[in-house]
């Protein structure tokens, strides 16, 4: 789209104006028109609907309007203006907020948190804490929210807010660094008819005083919050078939001989108009084709339908509107992080209930592997118990694969607002998964360590923490690596799961190091980092441990299928570092192999810090 920005600094947007906006989606499968040459124009403190039947294309021109990023299969034509010139994608950031359809609140905020955070990331460094705050009640108290200011908003689990105050509540966040122009999609979408007047009439009052211009897609509203719009565009099949004053609306349709019946909602009657989905007789089909001909011919386009009436609230006071200046790229992760830390510590479903898990898997393995003793044919069940310790711990970590996915949303849908990038959130989501796991693999620990005798020794035990503490560091990097990739629930859980799975295979305790197919042995192994936990653990447990032959019962020997060669199963007493010679794993190498684990999280991050940039839905 255009270049030649408009300047703006606490400049009021009069004129967003659009024209000639086309969207075509080509593919393979595919070469459809989803809009076609449409012209528009919304004026300061007027609240614009878009209007149409299901698939007419409202979504899709809002998301042209807001400079919404699109998948390379669209081609996107056409000129947005504001103030009569063209402007770019960044002023638009700068100036536009979206309200998406789905809510993408933090359920465990409450509603006055949501909206502080929301200032913190949005507003620029020069706004004082104390006027923050002001703004946050100002905007608490306009839409009606101080009642259930200290409430949570909701999550799985924990009951909060009814869906009209959540909606109200985000839009609210949106309002909070003083957009000129608020898109909204589907913003009643969900509520009864009583909860959308509510909503509406707040977006009315708040669009009149502060001068914003408001254009939400509404599929059906009630005659009463239908009224409360000063501008509506019909679609149908990607063409418009009105844009103009509601006030206008009648007059057009008497002059086009469909005049609106009496006691009629007027949203219901002209979205049966434009309606072919559902009718099966031509009259229908050719009267859609009439209308649309009528709007786009500029000689019978009435000139009314275009002249806008605003009229300004001037004993209002309006909400202050912010300079454009940046905010400290250093303070975004800073409020990120503690916004995190809220959630991760009152939301039991982001580590809670991990920890529930971990704490029970050590319990359980603590009595599997209970109280090992020094024998040889505990040799076998100590190597096993350390596989279990590494290997199926990492892979549990496919329980963060849902929180990480919500925590990409909310990311996805503020970082198209313009509050941070993708460093800001991964660095965030990283700093703030170290604490918990860092307690899972403590506790973990605790329980399972002593209750399955590995060495009883605090230097040993506190390496067994570093190693599983790393493990959990690389798993959960593993899983926000693929769920970035890609973010839907069921395909994430599996490549997760699947990489986890070959990782078990090849990491040396399935099929011992020293025989495992080439095909693995070069690759696999150096970049698995479940393979290094394993070694470092075996190296923890049996560089310094002899097992003797003498606490065996007699005969445990030749019941023995054991891992490790059968020259070693012969002598009386077996030194742990032989042991490690039969996996061919050397003593002496932990700093190394932390190293490469480090390397391998760090691998990691890059890897999805990459895909984050790249891909921006
Ligand atoms: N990614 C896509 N690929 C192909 N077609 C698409 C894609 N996204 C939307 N469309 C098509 O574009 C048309 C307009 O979709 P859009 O979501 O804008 O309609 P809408 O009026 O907002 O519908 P609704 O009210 O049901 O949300 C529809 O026919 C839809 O099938």
């Known amino acids: 789209m255009a270049s030649n920005d408009v300047h703006l600094h606490n ?41 149409g039947p299901s698939g007419s294309g409202k979504s899709t021109l809002l998301n042209v309007l807001a400079h919404r990023p699109f998948e390379p299969k669209f081609s996107v034509e056409g000129q947005l203006c504001i103030n009569r010139a063209a402007a770019s994608t960044a002023i638009f ?36 804490r104390a006027e923050r705050k002001r703004r946050v009640e100002e905007l608490l108290a306009s839409f009606g929210l101080l009642r259930v200011a200290d409430t949570i908003i909701g999550t799985a689990i924990r009951k909060g807010l009814s869906g009209g105050e959540k909606r109200r509540v985000s839009v609210a966040s949106q309002l909070i660094t003083c957009p000129k122009i608020l898109f909204l999609d589907e913003p009643t979408s969900g509520l009864d008819s009583v909860a959308s007047f509510e909503v509406m009439s707040f977006l009315k009052e708040v669009a009149k005083k502060n001068r914003i211009i408001v254009i939400a897609s509404i599929h059906q509203p009630s005659t009463a919050t239908f009224n409360l719009f000063d501008k509506v565009f019909l679609l149908s099949q990607g063409k418009l078939c009105y844009g103009g004053p509601v006030s206008f609306l009648s007059s057009y349709l008497e002059d086009i001989r469909l005049p609106m ?41 009435p000139r009314q339908a275009q002249v806008v009436d605003v009229s300004f609230d001037s004993s209002a006071r309006p909400v202050s509107l912010m300079p454009l200046t940046k905010r400290s790229q250093l303070l975004v992760p800073v409020t990120l992080l503690h ?38 044919e505990y040799i076998q069940p100590f190597i096993n118990a350390i596989f279990f310790g590494s290997a199926f711990m990492s892979f549990m970590a496919v329980a963060y694969v849902p929180a990480y996915l919500e925590d990409r949303s909310t990311f996805i849908k503020e970082r198209a607002n313009g509050l941070y990038g993708a460093t800001s959130f991964l660095v965030a989501n990283f700093i703030i998964g170290l604490p918990w796991l860092f307690l899972i693999s403590v506790l973990f620990s605790i329980i399972a360590y002593w209750l399955c005798n590995f060495r009883p020794d605090a230097s040993a035990f506190f390496t067994f923490v570093m190693w599983l503490f790393l493990d959990l560091v690389a798993a959960e990097s593993l899983v926000v690596f693929m769920a970035s990739i890609f973010p839907v629930f069921v395909i994430a859980l599996a490549l997760t799961a699947f990489a986890n799975g070959l990782w078990m295979s090849v990491g040396g305790f399935l099929v011992n190091p020293t025989v495992l197919n080439v095909f693995w042995k070069y690759w696999a192994r150096y970049i698995d980092f479940q393979s290094y936990v394993f070694q470092g653990m075996m190296v923890n447990e049996f560089s310094q441990r002899v097992f003797e032959c003498s606490a065996a019962p007699s005969g445990s020997q030749a019941d023995c299928s054991c891992m490790y060669p059968s020259h070693l199963q012969d002598q009386c007493q077996i030194d742990g570092g032989a042991i490690l010679d039969s996996y061919g794993y050397g003593r002496g190498n932990t700093r190394l192999w932390v190293g490469i684990l480090l390397c391998i999280v760090l691998g990691y991050r890059l890897l999805t810090l990459g895909v984050l940039m790249l891909k921006k839905t």
């Open 93 to 128: 950031r700068r100036a536009s907020c979206f309200v998406e359809q789905e809510d993408s609140l933090i359920g465990s905020l409450t509603a006055r948190e949501t909206l502080d955070f929301a200032a913190k990331l949005g507003l620029p460094n020069s706004v004082s």
């Open 339 to 376: 916004r995190n830390w809220i959630k991760s510590y009152r939301d039991v479903l982001t580590y809670g209930i991990r920890i529930a898990m971990y704490l029970g898997l050590a319990l359980m393995m603590g009595t599997v592997w209970l109280r090992l003793q020094s024998g040889q």
């Open 261 to 301: 019946p009496l006691h009629m909602n007027p949203a219901e009657y002209i979205l049966e108009l434009v309606n072919v989905d559902f009718a099966s007789d031509q009259i229908r089909a050719e009267q859609l084709i009439r209308i649309t001909r009528l709007w786009q011919n500029p000689a019978t386009r």
């Open 11 to 51: 400049d009021i947007i009069d004129t967003f104006c659009w024209e000639k906006v086309s969207v075509r989606v080509k593919d393979k499968t595919q070469d459809k028109r989803l809009l076609e040459s449409i012209d528009g124009a919304a004026y300061a403190g007027e609240l614009v609907a878009m209007m």
